[in-house]
């Protein structure tokens, strides 16, 4: 899959999570659904998107990068 947004997948997701790496664990909870819910608002402006194949349409599977943190001015 592409790491790329397509509106067509984008239309046929059924499910986003989001990833965070291990630099990010002492985050509060409150913070981390923050800049989940900006980052999936506009997954077109993540750095690091994929559309993962379920059984019912596409997860988006957005991973947080410091760029986006950045981006998002955290």
Do not use: C
């Not at 997701?13 to 819910?37: M, S």
């Not at 993540?46 to 599977?61: D, K, S």
């Amino acid at each position: 899959m592409s790491n790329e947004f397509d509106p067509y997948r984008e239309a046929l997701v059924v499910e986003a999570t989001t990833l965070w790496p291990d630099d990010y664990d002492d985050w509060e909870p409150t913070d981390r659904r923050r800049i989940e819910e900006q980052l999936h608002s506009d997954p077109a402006k993540a750095n690091q998107l994929e559309y993962v194949r379920v059984h019912t349409g596409f997860a988006r599977q957005i991973t947080v990068t410091p760029e986006d943190l950045e981006r998002l001015g955290a």
